[in-house]
Nanobody, 123 residues
Framework: QVQLVESGGGLVQPGGSLRLSCAAS????????MGWYRQAPGKERELVAH???????NYADSVKGRFTISGDNAKNTVYLQMNSLKPEDTAVYYC?????????????????WGQGTQVTVSS
C-alpha cells in the first residue's frame, strides 16, 4: 500500500502565502500523477493542481497565477506553493496520487489519498 503524508497547512491572512508538502511512501513502482484537491464546507472536493511524472501540470482556473505545484521524483514528494491567498481558498486540502505499486511479481495501479490539512485564510 501507499501512504501520503501532508504538511504545511495553517492560518494565514488574506494576501499571505503557505507551502504544502505531500510525501508518498510504500511499495511504489511509479507515481503517475500526484496533486492537491480541496474541499470547503458544504462543497464537493475539487482539483486544485496536479503534476504528472513527466512534469506536466494542470491548475484549476481559480488558482492559476497564484499557486504553483512542483515535484521531487527522487523523494516522491509534491509541493504546492500558494501565494496571494484569498478567503475563498479556505478548505481542507488533500493530497491525491495515482500510483503503480509492486507486489507478488505484479503491478497494481490505484488512487490514494492523504488525511487532509486545513488551510484557513482569514484576517
Amino acid at each position: 500500500q501507499v501512504q501520503l503524508v501532508e504538511s504545511g497547512g495553517g492560518l494565514v491572512q488574506p494576501g499571505g502565502s503557505l507551502r504544502l508538502s505531500c510525501a508518498a511512501s510504500g511499495r511504489i513502482f511509479t507515481i503517475n500523477v500526484m496533486g492537491w484537491y480541496r474541499q470547503a464546507p458544504g462543497k464537493e472536493r475539487e482539483l486544485v493542481a496536479h503534476i504528472t511524472n513527466g512534469g506536466t501540470t494542470n491548475y484549476a482556473d481559480s488558482v492559476k497565477g497564484r499557486f504553483t505545484i512542483s515535484g521531487d521524483n527522487a523523494k516522491n514528494t509534491v509541493y504546492l506553493q500558494m501565494n496571494s491567498l484569498k478567503p475563498e481558498d479556505t478548505a481542507v486540502y488533500y493530497c491525491g496520487a495515482d500510483v503503480t505499486t509492486t507486489g507478488s511479481s505484479r503491478l497494481y495501479r490505484n488512487n490514494y489519498w492523504g488525511q487532509g490539512t486545513q488551510v484557513t485564510v482569514s484576517s
